[in-house]
């Protein structure tokens, strides 16, 4: 089985519109079989995605006001069974406890049999630091022990990916150590380039979106969407996400 997958963190401020129209037209012209977004909180632009990307038929998001945990994931492939995990609400009180993170279960049909994509989003660590002291690292442990717990779940003879914003560090200690303990491989162990955009008050941000696959599967992984940009209707020129996309092939 071959199986093109991409993560991408779309960014739920500013110019937003205009930004999901030109990711929704890039995704069309794509050869991506599964597309797994986060931060795509309205479910007006996730019916606009499913317009303008209309060759991805299967469609899985769930939410009337907002879209939980602002995840959508657009699939060629058809979607067997559909899951919503919700992380557990924790402290500190923050806005984003309204996004109502957690972690979206898609179990696709393939030719080569089942296969299962996870599309999650953690919770932001506001003090951009991740020692195990941190108050933000505990809220990351209790997710990604929820997270954990959905994966135990899924027949250990299915192939797995686990994808999207994790929000922690490629070589941070609760990265590793849910890895380990999930049976996990980090399909881009050892790739020190960010996946957050540089800018000039932070150079030199981590990577923070991930591709970690279960198993028999392997990754080949590149990251995309690095200089994608679109003109506003005032002339202005915008990236499409804070963050760059990580386009991985996925093999079985």
Same mark, same amino acid.
Request: proline share 6%; charged share 20%.
């Given at each position: 089985?071959?199986?093109?997958?991409?993560?991408?963190?779309?960014?739920?401020?500013?110019?937003?519109?205009?930004?999901?129209?030109?990711?929704?037209?890039?995704?069309?012209?794509?050869? +991506?079989?599964?597309?797994?977004?986060?931060? =795509?909180?309205? %479910?007006?632009?996730?019916?606009?995605? /499913? #317009?303008?990307?209309?060759? *991805?038929?299967?469609?899985? +998001?769930?939410? /009337? @006001?907002?879209?939980?945990?602002?995840? !959508?994931?657009?699939?060629?492939?058809?979607? $067997? =069974? #559909?899951?919503?995990?919700?992380? %557990?609400?924790?402290?500190?009180?923050?806005?984003?406890?309204?996004?109502?993170?957690?972690?979206?279960?898609?179990?696709?049909?393939?030719?080569? /049999?089942? *296969?299962? =994509? =996870?599309?999650?989003?953690?919770?932001?660590?506001?003090?951009?630091?991740?020692?195990?002291?941190?108050? *933000? &690292?505990? !809220?990351? #442990?209790?997710?990604?022990?929820?997270? @954990?717990? $959905?994966?135990?779940?899924?027949?250990?003879?299915?192939?797995?990916?686990?994808?999207?914003?994790?929000?922690?560090? #490629?070589?941070?200690? $609760?990265?590793?150590?849910?890895?380990?303990?999930? @049976?996990?491989?980090?399909?881009?162990? /050892?790739?020190?380039?960010? &996946? +957050?955009?540089?800018?000039?008050?932070?150079?030199? %941000?981590?990577?923070?979106?991930?591709?970690?696959?279960?198993?028999?599967? &392997?990754?080949?992984?590149?990251?995309?969407?690095?200089?994608?940009?679109?003109?506003? %209707?005032?002339?202005?020129?915008?990236?499409?996400?804070?963050?760059?996309?990580?386009?991985?092939?996925?093999?079985?």
């Amino acid at each position: 089985m071959e199986l093109r997958l991409l993560t991408f963190n779309a960014l739920f401020k500013g110019d937003v519109q205009p930004r999901i129209e030109a990711i929704g037209a890039l995704l069309e012209r794509s050869d +991506y079989d599964v597309v797994c977004l986060q931060e =795509v909180m309205s %479910p007006a632009m996730a019916r606009l995605l /499913g #317009r303008l990307a209309g060759s *991805f038929g299967h469609r899985q +998001y769930t939410g /009337g @006001g907002l879209i939980k945990g602002g995840l !959508v994931l657009l699939s060629r492939r058809p979607i $067997a =069974v #559909r899951e919503f995990v919700r992380f %557990p609400l924790t402290r500190p009180v923050r806005p984003e406890l309204l996004m109502r993170k957690g972690a979206q279960i898609a179990r696709l049909h393939t030719a080569a /049999g089942p *296969f299962v =994509v =996870v599309n999650t989003h953690l919770s932001a660590n506001r003090d951009d630091d991740w020692s195990a002291q941190n108050r *933000f &690292t505990a !809220v990351a #442990r209790a997710e990604l022990s929820a997270l @954990g717990r $959905a994966l135990a779940a899924i027949d250990p003879g299915v192939p797995v990916v686990v994808c999207g914003d994790l929000n922690l560090p #490629r070589n941070s200690a $609760a990265l590793t150590e849910f890895c380990a303990d999930n @049976g996990l491989r980090d399909a881009m162990a /050892g790739d020190e380039r960010p &996946t +957050y955009r540089p800018t000039a008050q932070w150079p030199n %941000p981590p990577a923070f979106d991930h591709v970690l696959v279960r198993g028999s599967l &392997t990754a080949s992984c590149r990251i995309v969407l690095t200089d994608d940009s679109v003109t506003l %209707p005032d002339g202005r020129s915008v990236f499409l996400s804070d963050h760059f996309g990580v386009a991985a092939d996925l093999r079985v």
